[in-house]
């Protein structure tokens, strides 16, 4: 299929009443799911645009503060939002199943309830119960529901949720002790079966595979797509977004840039051949505010260049310096974070390849369900130990070890109650934080370095650690300086250090500035940022990146004057670094031995 202006996009033709905005993170989910609904409103449609992700920026992007429930978007028409908020989509959980108890209401038997409920699996579960309500009818009065949802790992287990607890439910009589009584779980069945319905109707509901013409984003649309099918949702349809056309013939970056994007989209992946097809041009502007959603779906004209001011060079140290100061350390966790699609794994990988070419052993991990780290580093390195925290194989693995410790206690009536327990969609979340566990204190004795999962993903892993901090120094009140806890790991600046990515745009800085703010409510102060795909000082004079290029500039400015203690900058690559030798490149050491590099105020 050829590439069409983003005004003919297919997807407006016919428009289903539930569209789902899906793919790895930093695609433009937000900002298509965003101008789609815009553009249904302007035609006179009533339309509810939700957001589905803990780390939500759709408030932002709409210049509007939203809440849990439904609020019109001023300066559009026909049009309101909200964010599926998870501490109050859990409490509101907690209430309606503390209202189901039968028999009298017992002070303690509340109390264990709430208790059991205090989980993070229990913030999940209520939370798509808040999305499962918008498929079942809680939204009557909208003609189009648009569903934003958190990157493609988060929301396959979303999508996945109402086959896996109404399972749970069918064979389960006693239920899940960290989601309360199992009568609390019943009184949704039904609710569950008509989403799994609604979710695979192909006349009310369109699942939007958003990404880019990126290896990465493609192989991940692709991978989301056959676990899609996998669930019987097959009423799919592609949206490849940045596609990039350079106008000026003696550029190199422009013309390597389109080249890139062109043998990317020349080679699809063979599950999105088949697909229905938009593609929408790569803009000048950034996707902030309803003027600039708007013009997305707009042919820009682009002038020339001639006019615009000269790109001043950035002195900023560059990620070599960065693992130069991270290796004076010896041994320590190094976590690296921020939205999806900025390079997260990238950097990780160039930290880990960094720390080993300085003389270090160095055990690099992944939270990230999508797990694009083998892809990335492409080859073997003597001193790097490289493994992901696989969910399925840790909660076989957590199942086991519970199995073998608890039921050879019971018997063989109450192993069947602790099989069943262990059989909740739960279990998972419990068996990776444990996981996670291990792996950070490793860095006890040697280089850790952590690519996590996109933002949301991340905070909720974030959310177990605190919680088993809390039940940890409750149980321990009477012994204290008995137990460290991987909440107390991660406070402690000589033993963890974390790195925030970010690209030179608004709403990657804006997330990663407020999941700073998330990590220092949690006592975790943020060791360093890392600015990657920095196109400053690459000498294009394209129009449109020329452009892109003021609102970059701007964007670094607002990290190092009042964002960051220490900023890095990692530049646009013409070839993209995967491999372990191009990972070396940019890592290898920028002086012989350690250096002083002070923080940037």
Sequence with gaps: MTGIEAQSLGILDNPARYLFFTGKGGVGKTTIACAVALNLAAAGRKVLLVSTDPASNLDEMLGTALANAPRPVPGATNLSAMNIDPETAAEDYRTRVLAQMDGPADPAAIATVREQLSGACTTEIAAFDEFVGLLAGDADGFDHIVFDTAPTGHTLRLLSLPKAWTGFLAGNERGASCLGPRSGLKMQEGRFRAALATLGDHAITTIVLVTRPDTGALREAARTSAELRGLDLDNQRLVINGVFRATAPDDPVAQALERQGAACLNQLPAPLCGLPQDRIPLRSFDMVGLDALRRLLVAEQIGTAAADPVIKELALPRLDQLIDELAQAGNG?????????????????????GLVQRGHGVHLSTTDPAAHLAGTLDGALSGLKVDRIDPKVETERYVAKVMAARGAQLDPA????????????????????????????????????????????????????????????????????????????????????????????VTPVSEAA?????????????????????????????????????????????????????????????????GVAALGKIAGSAVAGATENPPIR
């Design 333 to 353: 966790l190094v976590m690296v974070m921020g939205k999806g699609g900025v390079g997260k794994t990238t950097v990780a990988a160039a930290i880990a390849v």
């Design 414 to 505: 109450g192993r069947d109650l602790l099989r069943e327990d262990l059989a909740s969609p739960c279990t998972e979340e419990v068996a990776v934080f444990h996981a996670f566990s291990h792996i950070v204190a490793e860095a006890r004795s040697a280089f850790v370095v952590l690519d996590t999962a996109p933002t949301g993903h991340t905070l909720l892993l974030m959310d177990a650690t605190g919680a088993y901090h809390r039940q940890m120094t409750h149980a321990l009140a009477a012994a204290p300086g008995r137990v460290v806890t991987p909440l107390m790991r991660l406070q402690d600046s000589a033993y963890a250090r974390i790195v925030l990515v970010a690209l030179p745009e």
């Design 514 to 578: 407020a999941l700073a703010d998330d990590l220092r409510r949690a006592g975790i102060e943020p060791y360093a940022w890392v600015i990657n795909r920095c196109l400053t000082g690459s000498g294009t004079h394209d129009p449109l990146l020329r452009k892109r290029l003021k609102g970059e500039q701007a964007q670094i400015d607002r990290v190092r004057h009042g964002l960051a203690r220490r900023l890095f900058l990692l530049p646009w690559q013409a070839d993209p670094p995967v």
